[in-house]
């Protein structure tokens, strides 16, 4: 039994908001991996695995605009992507030994994987006539500044069944390898319209005078390129938040559905034969004697 985490987060067990409802979770996610093999006999074997891994992934990204001539930054735009992963997996095999030899292999394998993923994004535009510094950003009076968010999210699914048999015989004169197979797999993108959300949106908010405070200038890591402090305001002064969702007008809302299936068949037939071999069989080699002398001269 192991997990893994990310330690920005620390050891806390408390469930995190995702960008969609499913996706409200621990970081903290267990996972197993289980082996057993048992000999039934001298010439019988089973074998069993199983595995459940989960995953918690997370993605900071924050990509900003810079007027380059009098020094200050002139956008930003920062994005958190969040994956939860489940790989569930498992195989239960039969090794027979027939006789000493012919060989008898048979197995079957399935794997799963959820692939629950999202983002969720806030942008600040400063404007046109906007002024500052390395450390702030003031919009102009004018109000031409603007807030946004976006949302996606989508989840895959893929799963994938493989059944195999395989048959050796290694005799003296003829050794035969066959094996037959047969997979299915699949893998989709999980309808949003079916779950009631947007598989992606965009919202905004026009016409504010923002001001972006904390800025260092030096930032090394995206975290930190985005202003610490934000004042936004309307074009009549009054305060704007800038999660206040009831402001917000949506600009754009889509969904999607794909998805692949794939059935395959396979079969192989490998025969050899030694000749020498047969003939050794069929001829056998006849002993010869031979009788030697020493004669010696003094």
Do not use: C
């Amino acid at each position: 039994m192991f997990t893994s985490f990310n330690p920005k987060y620390g050891l806390d067990l408390g469930r995190r908001a995702g960008p969609h409802s499913t996706m409200e979770s621990s970081h903290l996610r267990p996972s197993f991996e289980l082996d057993y093999l048992r000999s039934i006999n001298k010439s019988l074997s089973l074998s069993l695995s199983a595995a459940n891994k989960l995953n918690y992934n997370t993605n900071d990204t924050t990509i900003i605009g810079v007027n380059q001539i009098q020094g200050f930054q002139s956008s930003s735009s920062s994005q958190l992507g969040t994956q939860l992963v489940a790989v569930r997996s498992g195989r239960i095999g039969l090794d027979w030994k027939i006789s000493e030899k012919d060989i008898l292999n048979a197995s079957v394998t399935y794997r799963g994987r959820d692939a629950d993923q999202g983002t969720t994004g806030v942008g600040v535009t400063y404007g046109a006539g906007a002024t500052g510094s390395p450390t702030f950003t003031q919009g102009a009076a004018t109000g031409v500044g603007s807030v946004s968010q976006s949302f996606s999210w989508q989840n895959l699914l893929s799963h994938t069944t493989h059944a195999l048999l395989k048959y050796k015989h290694l005799g003296d004169t003829w050794k035969i390898d066959a094996s037959a197979s047969y997979s299915y797999s699949s893998f989709y993108f999980e309808p949003t319209f079916e779950t009631g959300y947007f598989g992606t949106g965009s919202i905004s908010i026009p016409n504010l005078v923002v001001r972006g405070e904390g800025l260092d200038g030096t930032a090394t890591r995206a975290a930190d390129l985005a202003a610490d402090t934000y004042t936004i305001r309307d074009r009549l002064g009054a305060l704007v938040s800038l999660y206040d969702g009831r402001l917000y007008s949506v600009n754009t809302g889509g969904t999607f559905d794909s998805g692949n299936v794939v059935d395959k068949t396979q079969a192989r037939l490998d025969l050899r034969r030694d000749p020498l071999s047969a003939a050794r069989i069929r001829k056998p080699i006849t002993a010869v004697s031979f009788r030697a002398s020493t004669r010696a001269t003094t």
